[in-house]
């Protein structure tokens, strides 16, 4: 079994800043990459960075200078930093790991973090 546990999400003012978090635990062997996603009601999840094993990264348009994906293998741990928040930055974000455990390839998501930026 995989478990992703999201933490860090608020409520903050336009312009402020917030660190998200995402521990992974379980019977994982190997891991691929590592995503933030998002969402808001109505809308399909969006795809906000994700990042590989070899630390390419990859963002979305709408937050390149704003956000930085990273990782700490160590910890098992994903961070996104998120800075210069706008109001449409709010949405339930996810976690999400692409890897091999004993179950074999799969995809994996957290339960979500939900961030308001309001002022």
């Known amino acids: 079994q995989v478990q992703l546990v999201e933490s860090g999400g608020g409520l903050v003012q336009p312009g402020g800043s917030l660190r998200l978090s995402c521990v992974f635990s379980?019977?994982?062997?190997?891991?691929?990459?590592m995503a933030w996603y998002r969402q808001v009601p109505g809308k399909e999840r969006e795809l906000v960075a994700n990042i590989t094993t070899s630390g390419s990264t990859n963002y979305a348009e709408f937050v390149k200078g704003r956000f930085t994906i990273s990782r700490d293998d160590p910890k098992n741990t994903v961070y996104l930093q998120m800075r210069s928040l706008k109001p449409e930055d709010t949405a339930v974000y996810y976690c999400?790991?692409?890897?091999?455990?004993?179950?074999?390839?799969?995809?994996?998501w957290g339960q979500g973090t939900q961030v308001t930026v309001s002022s």
């Open positions: 999400n790991l692409d890897g091999l455990s004993t179950r074999g390839l799969g995809n994996y």
């Open positions: 379980g019977s994982i062997f190997s891991v691929n990459a």
